[in-house]
């Protein structure tokens, strides 16, 4: 059975930092590319980052770039999504999820994912 477990979400100040973590189990890690999507209330999933199985390609939302990074630690089954300089319209929950494609333009849509967390919220106060 496959899990993928967020977590690190919270109530941060607007210009803050947090750290998302999500553990999978179940697959194997290192043949997946992982993503993380956020949702806010009202709203579509929306893409955010997501990392080749190699971690040697990273692919952005341009609403992210240069405030939000993604790494990856295959040897702890583990996905990472650090946020700088956070802003209120960064709150959403936010889900990790996995899938086995690696193309560019395929890895920002929902549809290609096999796997998905449950969720974790972050909350930007301004």
């Known amino acids: 059975q496959v899990q993928l477990v967020e977590s690190g979400g919270g109530l941060v100040q607007a210009g803050g930092s947090l750290r998302l973590s999500c553990v999978a189990s179940?697959?194997?890690?290192?043949?997946?590319?992982m993503g993380w999507f956020r949702q806010a209330p009202g709203k579509e999933r929306e893409f955010v980052l997501a990392?080749?199985?190699?971690?040697?390609?990273?692919y952005y939302a341009d609403s992210v770039k240069g405030r939000f990074t993604i790494s990856r630690d295959n040897s702890k089954n583990t996905v990472y999504l650090q946020m700088n300089s956070l802003n209120a319209e960064d709150t959403a929950v936010y889900y990790c999820?996995?899938?086995?494609?690696?193309?560019?333009?395929?890895?920002?849509?929902?549809?290609?994912?096999?796997?998905w967390g449950q969720g974790t919220q972050v909350t930007v106060s301004s």
């Open positions: 990392i080749s199985w190699s971690g040697g390609r990273i």
């Open positions: 179940g697959l194997t890690f290192s043949r997946y590319t």
């Open positions: 999820a996995a899938t086995p494609y690696g193309r560019d333009g395929v890895v920002h849509t929902t549809t290609v994912y096999d796997y």
